[in-house]
């Protein structure tokens, strides 16, 4: 399996090597810099990405962020040594958290999930079920402007009705994942066709004109907006 090794600390990623060779792997690069370790995932094409989440020069999170957007982004391993963004990280799909010091034995638990066979890919979503009373409606993908999480409840937004989910908001993006909708704010996935502008907002941030409705960007995920559009 083709790796590349993204950690800032020589010792540590010199210990990390040892450990990813030791377990029959191939490192075909590494970096402890945020801006090469973009441009070596998309030059070098590996199948698996050990990553650093505290770097000197910003944040492995945000790598992460920017990979989502590749048609075929490896499969993440995070490596930190703080707890405090496990949850963050899974739910950018990574396959493990690991933390430091390193556990050989940890490493290759690690290696083993990223190595199991995928379950069989399930047919791209056609149709939505929201409940409206006792009925269950069907919303095709396109229909659907944006989706919020607020107050621990989600909402699915089309042109002229809130529709309530029971589904969080990470379940809804994996279900629309071959559709054209992506997480622009930790409370928002948005459907990319159905916004009308683009407005830049402060301390980086944007917000987003979807039907007369604004719509916040965090400053987090406006590289990945842009890339996504184009702009």
Known sequence: MRTLLIEDEPLARDELRYHVT???????????????AE???????PDLV??????TDGSGLEIAKRLKSMPRPPALLFVTA???HALEAFELNA???ILKPYDPARIVRAIEKVARPLPKKAPR??????ETGEQLKLLSPQDINYIVAENGKTKIVTEHHAYPSNETLLELERKLQDHRFLRVH???LVNLSAIDAIEPWF??????????IDVPVSRTYVKLLKEALGI
């Open 95 to 97: 396959y493990d958290y």
């Open 82 to 84: 703080y707890d405090a």
């Open 50 to 55: 050990f990553l650093d989440i505290e770097l």
């Open 203 to 212: 301390n980086g941030a944007y917000n987003l004109k979807i039907h007369q």
């Open 125 to 130: 979503l056609e149709r939505l079920a929201v």
């Open 39 to 45: 441009r070596l995932v998309r030059s070098l094409q």
């Open 22 to 36: 030791a377990a029959g792997l191939e490192v075909v690069g590494e970096t402890g810099s945020v801006e090469e």
């Open 186 to 188: 930790r409370s928002y």
